[in-house]
């Protein structure tokens, strides 16, 4: 077992290495230093405590839709329009908030219900891909992908149709709203302490109904052997639901926090492609709750420290996605050779 | 609109589905082999990108599909050898080249943005192309176009009449099978997921070269077509007529779109862009309706005559995929 853990840690390691070495070949090929791009990616992420701060930025909704994916991943369900549900959680806040705006609640209720009703946006955008899965028998792949695009659509439709801005509407979004509706803030930096509080308690529980729940060991069987499960009596289509329902949540709470303490308003870009950074993450971490908080920090941190790239060294800030995806590539190849070694070895 | 204005657009959806077509094409060979090349929205960035520089550096427009094709056909062998060597899901190894190979090719491409490249002229085919009508729809086009047509073709021609194309079909359906009848099931299934990764490839400098030429990064609105493709390439039920047939209906609701902005203001350009989307979460709920359990739950309590022509309707829409699809061939 030990020796086990041993063997596996190797060909992570060696996966590292050779996903570093495969970029750097890439860098060198357009004439860039290595190192010096290495260290502007630390020194953008980690270098003050306000870009700290944005990294923090970025790692919150990638933890939740890492949380989340982490329960459709149990149940066998690959949820590519988990983007669509980050989409939809943030329009549903923008809703919630445009409804309560004249309202005589306090502002705490109202981020709290605008919170909660992105939470319920995403699971209803989830329920489509759902649906379409179990009675449409529409692979869950090509809904949620249809339902990404569609969701984009909604979101650029509301910016420049009901909800633009007085007078003409923009890319910029929509109105801003007033600043006691925002997520409260550290002084001086843009992260919330509470966005904090919420991606944590999301990956959590999610960790503890995954490893300590009757719920979670049913899921678990539902993916591992869909057919066994129902024979053995497990409601699979009902835990199919479930999971996209919790998954939806989770990524709806993610874009309802880019509402409700970054952007103030609805933007189209508004969930910057964290959904399917949040699948790369999950794959990453071999679908194990425990690792989703570093790795989803060092990937908010290559994302937020490759924006220093165009501006130091006039490379396209895409290079965090294309060390993000070669690091997924590599691990995912490693763990084949591992088993095809192994299964040699025996 | 005049009957002329109308035969141009519709010769420009004619060309502007080619890409789409090599693209459905090459995804329809690589699954009837039982592989499912996910990667496909990043290879076509990523060959779309990589035709235009290699065109703009060697100023040759061939060179430049090549490139794009040899591009295809890397990323293919990488989902080749992962799936079928190393065993590891196919799915999850394709979205990671989607997502890698898209980033790649806005890191790349970032010199070659918005600078003017070769691109493909028309060639009208002489005396064809007088033709009234027929002629200004299918023979005033530019030859990767052309090449579109063959492709529909020859790809069903292959498939559905020669014995190579049946022994490809038992590789996709019953891979057991085909091996006990001297086929080399995992060879053949590289052999193919590379030509098929080729063709996909091809759609790259189909589009930079030719449909929209040039290389515009992010804003150059190709990011979406691969998925598009993927989607056409069930719609078509792993047939590549039906499947072409797919690709003109997209461009042609594109087309349509953009001819009906000036009528419907109040709708935003980039909603009209994507309404082909919702159109093809519907179709595929039609044509996938038929596998649902409880579809043959309700028909089997349906009065007879109603159950027949129910099923009738529902057959003819279903398609399936070939059996074996992502699944791994191992002899005992």
Not at chain 1, 85 to 101: N, S
Not at chain 1, 131 to 137: A, D, N, P, S
Not at chain 2, 44 to 50: D, E, F, K, R, S
Not at chain 2, 60 to 71: E, S
Request: charged content about 10%.
């Amino acid at each position: 077992m030990i020796k086990d853990r041993f063997g596996n840690l190797a060909y992570q390691l060696a996966a590292l290495l050779l996903a570093f070495g495969v970029v750097s070949l890439i860098l060198i090929s357009v004439d860039a230093s290595p190192s010096e791009t290495y260290k502007n990616i630390f020194k953008g992420s980690f270098g003050e405590m306000r870009k700290f701060a944005e990294v923090l930025v970025a790692f919150v909704p990638l933890l939740l839709v890492t949380a989340g994916l982490l329960v459709t991943f149990s149940s066998g369900l690959w949820n590519i329009g988990v983007e669509g549900q980050v989409v939809l959680g943030a329009i549903a806040t923008t809703w919630v908030y445009r409804l309560l705006l004249e309202s005589s609640l306090p502002p705490a209720v109202i981020i709290a219900l605008a919170i909660l009703g992105g939470m319920v946006g995403g699971a209803i955008w989830a329920a489509l891909a759902g649906i379409l899965k179990v009675f449409g028998g529409v692979n869950e792949i090509f809904g949620g992908l249809g339902l990404n695009f569609v969701s984009t659509a909604l979101t650029i439709y509301l910016i420049f149709g009901p909800w633009k801005r007085p007078g003409v509407a923009s890319m910029s979004g929509t109105v801003p709203f007033p600043d006691e509706f925002s997520l409260p803030l550290l002084a001086n930096l843009r992260i919330s302490p509470w966005a904090l509080v919420i991606a944590f308690v999301g990956i959590v529980v999610i960790y503890f109904m995954l490893q300590g729940t009757y719920f979670g060991l049913r899921l678990k069987a539902v993916g591992k052997n869909f057919r066994a499960a129902y024979l053995l009596g497990i409601p699979t289509w009902q835990y199919a639901m479930y999971s996209f329902l919790i998954c939806g949540a989770l990524a709806g709470a993610a874009g309802a926090v880019q509402v409700a303490a970054v952007y103030h308003r609805l933007i189209p870009s508004i969930s910057s492609g964290y959904g399917y950074l949040g699948l790369m993450v999950a794959m990453l971490i071999n679908y194990q709750a425990l690792w989703a908080v570093p790795v989803a920090l060092f990937f908010a941190a290559l994302n937020i420290g490759s924006i220093q790239l165009p501006i130091v060294m006039k490379l396209d800030s895409s290079l965090s996605g294309v060390l993000q995806g070669v690091l997924v590539l590599f691990v995912l190849l490693a763990a084949g050779v591992r088993q095809k070694f192994g299964r040699k070895a025996q | 609109m005049s009957q002329e204005t109308m035969l141009i657009g519709l010769a420009g959806v004619l060309a502007s589905a080619s890409p789409l077509i090599f693209a459905v094409i090459g995804e329809t060979l690589s699954e009837r082999a039982g592989v499912i090349n996910l990667s496909m929205n990043g290879t076509i960035l990523l060959a779309a990108m990589g035709g235009f520089a290699v065109a703009y550096t060697t100023d040759n427009i061939v060179l430049g599909f090549l490139g794009g094709m040899l591009i295809g056909a890397l990323v293919a062998l990488v989902v080749a050898f992962a799936s079928i060597t190393l065993q590891q899901s196919q799915v999850a190894v394709g979205f990671v080249l989607a997502l890698t190979c898209r980033d790649l090719s806005y890191f790349l491409g970032n010199p070659y943005m918005g600078l003017p490249g070769p691109r493909l002229q028309a060639l009208p085919i002489p005396v064809l192309s007088d033709i009234p009508v027929i002629g200004q729809l299918f023979f005033r086009h530019d030859v990767i176009t052309y090449i579109s047509f063959i492709a529909i073709f020859l790809a069903w021609l292959w498939i559905f009449r020669t014995r190579p194309g049946l022994m490809l079909q038992g590789i996709g359906e019953k891979p057991a099978a085909a091996y006990i009848r001297g086929a080399n099931v995992n060879v053949m299934r590289y052999v193919y997921t590379i030509i098929g990764g080729a063709l996909i490839g091809l759609a790259g400098p189909a589009f930079s070269l030719a449909t929209r030429a040039g290389w515009m990064g992010t804003i150059s609105g190709l990011d979406g077509f691969g998925w598009i493709a993927l989607s056409i390439t069930i719609f078509g039920g792993w047939n590549p007529v039906r499947g072409a047939l797919g690709a003109y209906l997209f461009a042609f609701l594109q087309w349509l779109g953009l001819v009906l902005q000036p009528v419907l203001t109040q709708v935003p350009s980039q909603v009209l862009q994507v309404a082909p989307f919702p159109l093809m979460i519907l179709t595929l709920l039609l044509v996938n309706i038929g596998n649902a359990e409880w579809v043959e739950r309700t028909l089997a309590a349906m009065p007879e005559s109603a159950r027949k022509i129910f099923a009738k309707i529902l057959r003819a829409m279903r398609t399936s995929p070939p059996a074996a699809l992502g699944v791994p061939f191992e002899r005992d």
